[in-house]
């Protein structure tokens, strides 16, 4: 935060004092004198409440035994400047201030109330570990070392934000990451330009291809065995302190519809679910335009009995089928931004009273027609069958759009509709990866491995999507 | 604008099959009738062949010149003057066939489908799809046509499939009892229809080259000659020649004919998006060629600023072009020389001129 260039002084009260002045008087800082075993006077400086108090009891009751050069704790490092000294100070170190030479050391002894490690909420799992990250990073790698204890996994460290300095982490895999990915990905890290970087959607922001679409680029997740799956096929993690999601990428389109789990169930079941959510996906955002279509200006496509039905449940209702689907579709997202908001006791009182309640009224008062309201309450459970990502919310955004232009054009505009979203989709990439592959780009081996689930003694390759620099997980031929 | 764009053999292979498949397969049944009553199949094959001989004229200029489009190509044989003037023609072609194609594509849904929509939001409809993809490059849309491909295919192919209980194969006896002469008098219109992949003329210099780049563009020629001869061949087993010459849109009865499980009928639906899709890649890819022969013909640096005017213009165009279907219908049989004129002659007048100057023996030797 302090990029000047001020240097200790002899005098240690001097130092404190310059200290004091980067730190703003802050009143949780903390100085105490010490001596070395050379009976050389030392101020320990820290900020009261970050820190480890059996770490730092241990680094004042031993200062004593220390000599010039040897500090116990690990992360140790000589500082040259004061703005230094002040930056590992708001990070959470302890300061040692020198006077023969002038000088100063940081220790570690951090030590944050953090929550531990628990099965995390956004991508909850039948089968499968339970394990999510969490908000401190060190905690984060050292998960993802657990889960994957090669010496080829790389971590960097970095600094982002002009004054949050947040330590950020990206993982990659020697030997299997392709480097120029790993290049880029720095060099728009270099371009961060921000002064306070919180969560890792700020720097998904920053270093996305793309900025102005509502599509995600790159994926987040919170389970570490996740991100280990990502690493190993060539893709690159990027872990911000104070965050439990993780940055993965590159990322393409076909993989929202992916979860963890499939790979914890037999093939055939978890190929099954992988399909059933691409088909929701697509139910949930042209289902109401379909029937919007259908209704207004294609009848003569409905089966007759089936039109007969349909002509007489919406015989009372005043408004025409496009007014219905808005007012249906735009109540459903209400009630579902109310279930999340509440607290999960009073979140199930608002979806009994809106679903059953207003619905059943609404129906019996004649204002929608029950098949509306099996039209959007099929679309809005199919929506939930997708991860909880942005994806879901484009999908959610996109339904409205889709309707629309049933409404004026019937199938036409749906068909021109999802005409355009794929050419839209097809122009994005993500880190140089064409965002529709593998299935345009068409490669059909690859695209048997998104949309179904293949076998994993079939995975002898990586995905060549991502362009590992080793294209082979294991050799095939001895089986 | 798209100065390192690139874009594989499969994509190109799309490209074509869609961009010809479209509009043929819905006319031919009934237009190929009328000149070879059941024998349509075997015109169909005469116009398979005649597209390969065209997408050869296409390869042949591509092989002497790898780095110029057709537009370049003119100038650089025939001179800035006259190659100029037939690039301007050419020019004007590409952007005259998006209006036809614009036209045909409004068409199609006010008889087909729906009449109550105004055959103005249609036409807006597939310009601003078209001038959309342009918008966002080659690649994109290329891309795009991957998908759409086997949408196209499998849609056509489950067609013909589900009704194979109701064909009469009795229907195309006897073969060829005029003789193989009389029945290719239709050839001119089946080779346009072939012969729209000329766009490719100003795509190919930007395929990546492959030694397969050649098999891919026959490959797609025959994928669409097996396609068409389907559509053909079930139209003719359906109703028997007479009859399917007498619809508009043969395809369209065809799958009016689709019963499932006794009580799913009508899928047109599953025709619209054939033809919503198909339209758009092959508006696309003609608008695209008329903005990239534009930037070429005039040395643009921003043919970007250039797309709004001309789909505007193509949009009026498509508009007053005719008055309606039948004078369309009419203007592709009788008038179809129009066609072949820029999609064969003057292309292959200009390779052998070019083969004339040496350029040929130049590239063999280069390569």
């Known amino acids: 935060m302090n990029r000047g260039q001020t240097e200790f002084k002899e005098d240690l009260r001097a130092s404190v004092g310059i200290l004091k002045e980067l730190m703003q008087h802050s009143d949780d800082l903390v100085f105490i004198d010490r001596e070395l075993a050379s009976g050389e006077p030392i101020k320990i400086a820290y900020v009261h409440g970050l820190t480890d108090d059996r770490k730092l009891e241990y680094l004042l009751a031993k200062a004593k035994e220390f000599g010039d050069a040897d500090f116990p704790f690990g992360s140790d490092d000589r500082l040259s400047t004061a703005e230094q000294a002040a930056d590992c100070l708001a990070a959470g170190q302890a300061v040692l201030l020198f006077s023969d030479p002038p000088g100063a050391a940081a220790i570690d002894v951090l030590g944050v109330q953090l929550r531990g490690v628990e099965e995390p909420s956004s991508e909850s799992t039948v089968k499968g570990p339970r394990s999510g990250f969490t908000e401190s990073l060190t905690n984060n790698l050292a998960l993802v070392r657990y889960f994957c204890p090669s010496p080829q996994l790389k971590v960097q460290h970095r600094k982002i934000g002009r004054l949050s300095r947040t330590n950020i982490a990206v993982l990659s895999v020697a030997g299997v990451t392709n480097p120029r990915i790993l290049e880029e990905l720095h060099l728009r890290l270099d371009e961060i330009t921000t002064d306070l970087l919180l969560g890792s959607t700020t720097i998904e922001e920053w270093i996305a291809d793309n900025r102005g679409t509502m599509f995600p680029l790159l994926e987040s997740t919170e389970r570490p065995d996740r991100v280990v799956g990502a690493l190993m096929d060539g893709r690159i993690a990027v872990m911000v302190q104070g965050t439990p999601f993780v940055v993965l990428l590159p990322f393409v389109f076909l993989q929202a519809f992916q979860v963890g789990e499939d790979y914890s169930w037999n093939y055939y079941i978890g190929s099954m679910l992988r399909l059933l959510r691409i088909f929701c996906g697509l139910i949930g955002m042209l289902l109401p335009a379909f029937y919007v279509a259908t209704i207004t200006f294609h009848h003569e496509l409905v089966p007759t009995a089936l039109l007969q039905s349909i002509a007489a449940a919406k015989e009372p209702v005043p408004f025409p089928a496009v007014v219905e689907s808005f007012a249906m579709m735009f109540a459903f997202e209400i009630m579902r931004e109310a279930g999340v908001r509440m607290p999960k006791q009073i979140g199930q009182a608002v979806s009994i009273v809106g679903a059953l309640i207003l619905g059943q009224a609404a129906v019996e008062a004649g204002i929608v027609s029950p098949i509306m309201v099996i039209v959007a309450a099929l679309t809005g459970i199919c929506t939930f069958t997708l991860p909880p990502t942005a994806m879901n919310y484009a999908i959610r955004l996109l339904q409205f759009g889709m309707t629309f232009l049933a409404s004026i054009l019937g199938y036409v505009g749906v068909v021109a509709g999802i005409v355009v979203l794929l050419t839209y989709l097809a122009s994005l990439r993500s880190f140089g990866v064409p965002y529709l592959g593998p299935a345009a780009p068409f490669n059909a081996l690859e695209l048997t491995d998104v949309v179904i689930r293949r076998p994993a003694t079939w995975n002898v390759k990586r995905p060549t999507l991502f362009r590992a620099v080793n294209p082979y997980r294991f050799r095939g031929g001895d089986k | 604008m798209e100065r390192q764009v690139t874009i594989s053999n499969f994509q190109l292979m799309s490209l074509i099959v869609i961009s010809t498949i479209g509009a043929s397969s819905l006319y031919a049944p009934a237009a190929l009738a009328r000149y070879a009553e059941r024998n349509s199949w075997y015109l169909v094959i005469a116009g398979g062949l005649a597209g390969i001989l065209n997408m050869f004229v296409f390869l042949a200029l591509n092989r002497m010149y790898p780095d110029k489009n057709l537009i370049r190509i003119f100038k650089h044989v025939l001179g800035p003057w006259l190659g100029g003037l037939l690039a301007f023609a050419f020019v004007c072609y590409f952007m005259d066939i998006t209006a036809w194609v614009l036209r045909e594509f409004a068409h199609f849904f006010i008889i087909a489908l729906n009449p109550i929509i105004p055959q103005s939001w249609y036409l807006a409809v597939g ?84 030694k397969k780049t050649a098999a891919f563009a026959v490959g797609a020629v025959t994928i669409t000659t097996v396609l068409l001869l389907l559509s053909v061949l079930s139209c003719t087993m359906m109703f028997g020649a007479k009859t399917a010459a007498t619809f508009t849109y043969p395809s369209v009865s065809l799958i009016q004919n689709i019963r499932l499980f006794r009580y799913i009928e009508r899928f047109d639906a599953a025709l619209v998006a054939v033809w919503v899709m198909s339209s758009f890649i092959k508006i696309s890819v003609y608008l ?80």
Not at chain 2, 131 to 138: E, F, I, K, Q, W
Not at chain 2, 162 to 190: F, T
Not at chain 2, 338 to 351: H, T
């Open chain 2, 127 to 210: 310009v601003i799809m078209g001038a959309y993809a342009v918008s966002r490059g080659l690649e994109a849309f290329s891309r795009v046509s991957e998908i759409v491909l086997f949408v196209i295919v499998f849609a056509f192919l489950g067609i013909y499939i589900v009704l194979i209980s109701q064909y009469h194969p009795e229907y195309l006896l006897p073969v060829l009892e005029n003789g193989w002469l009389e029945p290719l008098s239709g050839i001119v219109p089946v080779a346009t229809w072939l012969g729209d992949l000329m766009f490719i003329s100003m795509m190919l210099n930007h395929v990546r080259r492959t």
């Open chain 2, 288 to 367: 695209w060629a008329t903005l990239q022969g534009l930037a070429d013909l005039m040395k643009l640096e921003k043919p970007r600023l250039f797309l709004v005017p001309l789909s505007a213009g193509i949009y009026v165009c498509a508009k007053f072009k005719i008055w309606g279907l039948i004078e369309l219908g009419t203007f592709y049989e009788k008038q179809a020389w129009f066609f072949y004129l820029f999609q064969f002659v003057i292309p292959a007048l200009v390779l052998s001129i070019a083969w004339l100057r040496g350029d040929g023996q130049k590239a063999e030797v280069g390569a």
